[in-house]
């Protein structure tokens, strides 16, 4: 019954900023761990950033450089992640996952059973 889905990704110069969104449905992500991944064509899956619970544990990946920001909103059940100066290295699709489970490794993609579909982010110079 879990549902997400992404929307906001597109086409922007580098130093331009997106706002991505995943909706979720069918569950309550207030007591959920809400990830962000990136995936690159003939590279590894990457972690960006996850958001845990009501928000008091929060992460991101070392590439970030306080570029990014993940933030929810739990009245319509959404994750956000703000993206500013971003660069041609950050092309890639950008997923949201979800998990209401136990692990406790919340960069580790292995974690999350519930994964959208993927929006396309393409940054060029």
């Known amino acids: 019954q879990v549902q997400l889905v992404e929307s906001g990704g597109g086409l922007v110069q580098a130093g331009g900023s997106l706002r991505l969104s995943c909706a979720v449905s069918g569950r309550t992500i207030s007591s959920a761990a809400m990830a962000w991944f990136r995936q690159a064509p003939g590279k590894e899956r990457e972690f960006v950033s996850a958001?845990?619970?009501?928000?008091?544990?929060?992460d991101y990946g070392d590439f970030v450089k306080g570029r990014f920001t993940i933030s929810r909103d739990n009245a319509k059940n959404t994750v956000y992640l703000q993206m500013n100066s971003l660069q041609p290295e950050d092309t890639a699709v950008y997923y949201c996952a979800a998990t209401w489970g136990s692990n406790y490794y919340y960069t580790n993609s292995a974690t999350y059973g519930y994964w959208g579909q993927g929006t396309q982010v393409t940054v060029s110079s």
């Open positions: 958001i845990i619970g009501s928000g008091r544990r929060i």
